[in-house]
C-alpha cells in the first residue's frame, strides 16, 4: 500500500484530470481606502468593541500610562524587557519579560503594557508581531487587562494595507476589542479567556 | 472501508430528522431568534464594504485556483511549513487523522488534551478516538463547551450550541459545573466556563486546532476566534497539532485580504473578529515549541473530483448560508445528521461519505427549497442550489434501474429514441383525454396514480404538434 502522502497526491492529481482552468483572480477590489481623519476611525472603531481609547499629545504618553494604571488599580503591571523606558512611570511595580515571567506569575499580574505593529482603522484591529515593545504572545493574553500604545504612524486604513506592511513569518496576533462571543444565541458579550479589558493610547504629534 | 464519521451513524434521513425537529417549538424559537438577529447584523457590516462583490469574486477565484492546483499548493506548504520547523503528515481518512493526532499525544505524555473548536477534527469524530484511547479532551469554545458537557451534538458550524438558548445553558452548566452561576446571563455564563477552563489552559501540555486558512508560500496558519481560547491553546501549551483538511489552502499572505474581510463580516457579522492568530513552524521561545500539522483528505479529493460538485471546497465554513436558510431555521441543525448542517452540508456531507448506498446522506441534497438565498451570501459564490440539484440527479442515477423514477426514464429513452415510437406514444396520451374533466385529470391509474394523488395533470391536446404540423404544412 502506498503512504498516505502519495496517495493523496495521486488521488489529487487523479480528480484533476479535467484540467481546470479557473479564471484569472481579478484583484479590483479596494487595497486603499481614503478617509479624512484615520486615527479618528480607529478610535470609533476601537470603541465600538466597548474598548477605552485615549488621543494623547506625544509628550504625555507617559503621564497618561501612569493615570490609565492607577484608575485601573493596577500595581503590579508585566511589560516587554525592550518597552521605552519612559513608559515605565514611577509607582507601578514594572515586571520585565527578561528572564521570561513564568506563566503562573504572569496569571497573577494586573496588567500588561505593550505596543503593537499595526493598527487597522476601518476594522478597528490591533496587530501585534512580537517585534519592538510587544514581546511574546502569551505576554498579551494571559494578564486580565492589556494596556496598548498605537503610534499615528502604524496606522493603515484598510485590511490590504495592513497585510502589507506585516511579515507573516512573525507569529501574529490580530486584536479587535476585549475577548468576547457570540456563542450564546448569536448575542456578543465581551469578557471570556482573553484579557476583558482593552485599553488603547493613541499617540499622535 | 470504515464508514465516514462526517455523518453521524444511525441518523434518520432528513425528511424523517426533519418531521420530527418541526414539533420541538422551543428549537424553533430559539433558531428564529438567533439567525434574524445574525441576518440584520451580518447586512449592516456588509453594506459598509462598496467593493464586497467584487471581494466575493476575488475569494472565489482565488479559491478556485487553489483547487486547479491543489497539488502544487500542497506540496509548497509542506515545504515552507517543514523549513520553519513544524512537521507534516497526511491522513487519507478520518481513522488515520485520529490514530495520527492520539499518538502524538500519547508521544508527549499528555492524558489531557485542549481543543480549540475545528471542523476537521468534529468531522473525524477526533474526540471519541481520543477517549477510547485514553486521552481526555477538553473543549475549550464556549459553544463546543455547551455541547460537550451537555453531551449534544452540534447544530451550526460556528456556534454548534446555537439551539440552546441561556436558560437552557444554565441548566447544562449546572449539571456539569462544580460552581456555576445561578443566573442565565450570558455575561454570567462566560464568565463560568472562564474560571472552569483557566486551569486547564495553564497546565496543558498539548492542544489541537483546526485551521481557517493556511499559506502556501510561507507556511502559516491561521485561527480565527473571538474568545481568546484559541490564543490560549496556540500558545501555552509545547505542543500544538493542527488537523486541517487539504482545501483550506491560499497560495500568498496576500490573498488573505481577500478573507479577513470576506469572513469575519459574513460569519459573526463583525468587521473584525476579537482575535486572530498567525503562526509559521516554531518560534524559538515563544509559543509551542513543537508544531505538527494534519492534511486531511476524508472524502475531498472525491469531492475535487466532480466538476460540479467541487465547488463546494472553496468553502470557508462562516455558516452565512446557515443563517439564512429557511429550511435550517425550522429544523435545526441535528436534522441534517452532520456536522456539517444547513445549505453547505447539505452539498457537502453527502460529497464527501461518498457512498451512494448512503441513504441519510442521500437525503440531504433534498433539505432544501431551492430559494437560493445560500448562495446570494455565499462569501465566496459557492452556487449551492446548482449543486443541489446536480447531486439530485446523481441520487436518481445511483438509486438503480428498478425505482418506479427509472423504469418511467427508461421507457421515455426508448420511446423518444424513435420517431415511431414517440408518434405512438403521443397518439396513446391523447387517449388519456377521457379521463380529463374541466381540461385536468385528478386521477390517473397506477404508477400514474403517484402523482395524480398529490397533483392534477393537464389534459393532453387531441392532437400532437407534429401531427397538426404534418396535416396543415407537410
Redesign the interface.
Known sequence: MA???S???S????????R????????????TRVVDDPLGLLAE?VA??QAVVHRVPTAELPARIGECLLARGASTVAVPADVPQPWRVPGVNWLPDEP?VP??EL?GVDGVLTGCAVA?A????IVLD?GAAQG???LS??PDYHLCVVRAEQVAVS??EA??R?D??????????????????????E?????RTLEVLLVSA | MARNPVTWLGSPTFPKAAHAALADTQLRQ?LR???T??RGKRAGVVAEL??WE??R??GE??K??V??N??TY??RLEESVTA?GGVV????DAE?ANRIVLDLARAEGADEVVKVKSMATAETGLNEALEAGGVRPVE????EL?VQLGHDRPSHIL?P??HR??AE?RDVFRREMADAPASDE??D???A??RH??RK??SAKVAISGANFA?AD???IVVVE????G??C???PDTLITVMG?EKLVPT??D???F??LL?RSS?A???????????GV?P???PQKFHLV?L?NGR??T??D?VG?QALRCIRCSACLNVCPVYERTGGQAYGSVYPGPIGAILAPQLVNDPDDEQAASLPYASSLCGACYEVCPVRINIPEVLTHLRSEVVQAKGKRTPEALAMAAAAWMFGDPKRYEAAQRAGSLTRFLARDGKISHLPWPGSKWTSSRDLPAVPKESFRAWWRRNRG
Open positions: 503512504d498516505a502522502r496517495e493523496i497526491l488521488r489529487v492529481r487523479g480528480a484533476l484530470a479535467d481546470p482552468s479557473p479564471a484569472p483572480v481579478v484583484r479590483d477590489y479596494e487595497r472603531r465600538d468593541y521570561p506563566l503562573t496569571d487597522i476601518e476594522t478597528g484591529t512580537a511574546r504572545r502569551m493574553l494571559v485590511v490590504p497585510l502589507a506585516l507573516p513569518v512573525r507569529p501574529l496576533t490580530f486584536i479587535s476589542g476585549p475577548s468576547a462571543t457570540s456563542d450564546i444565541e448569536l448575542d456578543r458579550v469578557g471570556v479567556h482573553g484579557p | 430559539n431568534k438567533a439567525t438577529t445574525i462598496d467593493d467584487r471581494l469574486h476575488a477565484s482565488i478556485d485556483d483547487l486547479a491543489l497539488d500542497l506540496l520553519r503528515h497526511w491522513a487519507r488515520e475549550t469554545d464556549l459553544a455547551i456556534v450550541a446555537i438558548n441561556r445553558i450570558p455575561r455564563l462566560a464568565e466556563a472562564r477552563l483557566r489552559f495553564l499559506v510561507t507556511g502559516s473571538s474568545e481568546g481560547n490564543r490560549m496556540l500558545t501555552l487539504i499572505w496576500a488573505l485580504e481577500v479577513l474581510q469575519p459573526t463583525e468587521r473584525m473578529n476579537p482575535y486572530t492568530s498567525v503562526w509559521s518560534t521561545g515563544d509559543g492534511l483528505d479529493t472525491a475535487l473530483a466538476t467541487r
